[in-house]
Each structure stands twice: as C-alpha cells, then as structure tokens.
C-alpha cells in the first residue's frame, strides 16, 4: 500500500484512506435528496444561531439547550437509520446499549465531577486573585461575535489537548480508549475512559465573563458543527462548509486504522485551526480503530488508561517488567 502524500506525511500506507474531496462519493438521488443532504447542516446551524438570538430570556438557558441537543440527536438518529454513509458503521442493538452506558456516565458522574474539579471551578478560583475587569469590554462587542470568539477560543484549547493526547504518552493513556471504537455513530463522541472524558472538556473560555446569550449562541456552533464528527450519514457538504468547520469525513480520517492518517484534524469544530497548524488531511476513512479494529469492552475501556498508567510506572522503574503502549493511532 503506498499512500497519498500530504505535505510531508504519507497517508494511507498502513490502512485504506481516501485522501482528497474530489474522490469522496456524493449523495446519489434526485433533486430533492441531493438538495436536502446538501444544505441540511448550514440550514441547521443558522436556524439555531437565529433561535437563541431572538428567543426570550424565558427560555434562553441551559435547560433548553439539553433539550434541544437532545432532540436533534434523536434526529440524525433517524437520519442515520434511514441515508447510511456505511452499511458497515449501521448501528446495531449492541453497540446502542453500549453507547448509551457512556452518555448516560456522561450526564451523571461526570456531570458531578466536573462541578468540583472541572474548568469551571478552577478558572472561579483563578479568578479571584486578579483583576479581571480589564476584560470587560468582551461583552460590549456585537453578540455574534462574542459567540464566534467564545466557541473559536474554546476549540482552540481542545486543539492543543487532543493534539498532546496524540503526541504525550500519559495523556495518550487517557485518549487511546476513544480510538478502539470501529465505527461512527451519534453518541461514539461520548465513549471513552472517564479521565480522558473529564480532561476534553477542560475549556479556557470561562475566563471571560461571558454573558449567557453570548454561551448559548456558541454551544449552537458546537452542536450543530460538532456533533456530526461521529455520525453514519453522508452530506454533500458545501465546500464553504468542508473548509471552515470539521466533519464526518474529517474525523473518520482520525480514527483511520492508518498511523499518519489518526494524528491529523485535531479539531472539535473549526477544523480551520488545524489548516493553520499543518494536521488537516480532507478525506474520509471506513477502515477504523486500532489492532486491526479490534472492539474494546466496557469493562476495558473503564479500566485501561490506570492498568496502562500502573504498567508505566512499573516499567519505569522496573526496565523489565511491561512495555508500555506508546502514542499511536
């Protein structure tokens, strides 16, 4: 297997990627299909951008954003159901149940952990000992842009996070469980070892005092940009769109079973950070996971980022003792 070479690297030599927007399939149909899977995603991300805009203060809070989250997944569910990208990634019982065990840990123990130990309760305490009224003047710049800095700066931390879980091995401990998954489905964004769900959504947003509209504008890029990273449908994505913001294809190159192919689109929403720092490869991958795309067990996954720390630190001292695994797919 050659590969195609991207700038310095050479990708696909070690598993099947397709490198290159031209020669990724299109949405087959007629008018109306075509026209549906090609402006589905900008149509959704403005009528959100417009909903929290205007909505009145009575519902414009958290509440109605898990709602609204919620529901559209249930949504591309259905969109995955019925216009499967793969019929390799369809979604079976199984892997339902199992999905639904980590958004639910997601929702609940995580949701409490973060409160105490998250960036949240950290940037609070960071804030206290300086003076952070010279950043005022944040919240008197036009609402949209307020929201496009809040989601921009935010992905640009989970850029230099998920680039270092890739590249530093106790971070990549954390990380490596989300890359035994073979498949993309709505919820796989939410699988994963605890520790490595916990860090991803470490932000530094929260130094700014934002105001809530300007947050709940933000988490519309987020949820109607983001959440299509893990996602089994085909959309003949506009080629504003494939440029500015990452996608399916984008991430599938990400969990391609090929070495170079996984350490590329980093990014959680603008993949234009990762255009800017040389990880971007445009193309798409069905072949996914590691050793061969061999499935991880929950049990596994939950135990794995300590048994490998525990491996770590006995080799360390103990040359002889376990290899340790080293930052790969």
């Not at 700066?153 to 073979?182: C, E, K, S």
Request: glycine share 10%; hydrophobic share 45%; net charge neutral.
């Amino acid at each position: 297997m050659d590969g195609v070479r991207v700038g310095k690297r050479v990708i696909g030599a070690q598993a099947p990627v397709t490198v290159g927007w031209e020669n990724i399939p299109k949405v087959e149909g007629g008018p109306a299909k075509r026209l549906f899977f090609t402006w589905f995603q900008p149509v959704m991300l403005f009528a959100l951008l417009a909903f929290w805009f205007y909505a009145p203060n009575s519902i414009a809070k958290a509440s109605t954003a898990v709602a609204i989250g919620v529901g559209f997944k249930v949504l591309l569910l259905g969109l995955e159901w019925l216009a499967p990208r793969h019929d390799s990634w369809r979604l079976t019982w199984k892997e339902l149940t199992s999905d639904l065990f980590y958004v639910g840990l997601g929702y609940t123990l995580l949701r409490v952990v973060d409160s105490y130990i998250g960036d949240g309760a950290i940037i609070k305490a960071v804030q206290h000992s300086f003076d952070w009224d010279k950043l005022s003047w944040f919240t008197s710049l036009p609402l949209l842009l307020q929201a496009f800095l809040i989601s921009f700066v935010f992905d640009f931390g989970q850029y230099w996070m998920h680039r270092g879980m890739h590249n530093w091995h106790p971070l990549w401990i954390a990380h490596a469980p989300h890359h035994y998954i073979t498949q993309l489905n709505i919820n796989k964004g939410a699988v994963g070892n605890p520790v490595e769900l916990f860090l991803i959504g470490l932000g530094v947003g929260g130094f700014f005092d934002f105001v809530p509209r300007a947050v709940l504008l933000a988490g519309a890029f987020g949820l109607a940009v983001g959440t299509y990273q893990h996602i089994n449908v085909r959309f003949n994505s506009p080629r504003w769109w494939r440029f500015l913001f990452n996608t399916t294809e984008h991430h599938s190159v990400h969990h391609s079973q090929d070495f170079e192919a996984s350490r590329s689109n980093y990014t959680s929403t603008w993949v234009i950070i990762d255009r800017m720092f040389g990880t971007c490869v445009d193309g798409e991958a069905e072949l996914l996971g590691m050793e061969g795309g061999r499935p991880m067990s929950i049990g596994e996954t939950m135990s794995f980022t300590f048994v490998e720390a525990w491996k770590s630190i006995k080799a360390r001292f103990s040359p002889n003792a376990y290899p340790h695994v080293v930052p790969a797919e």
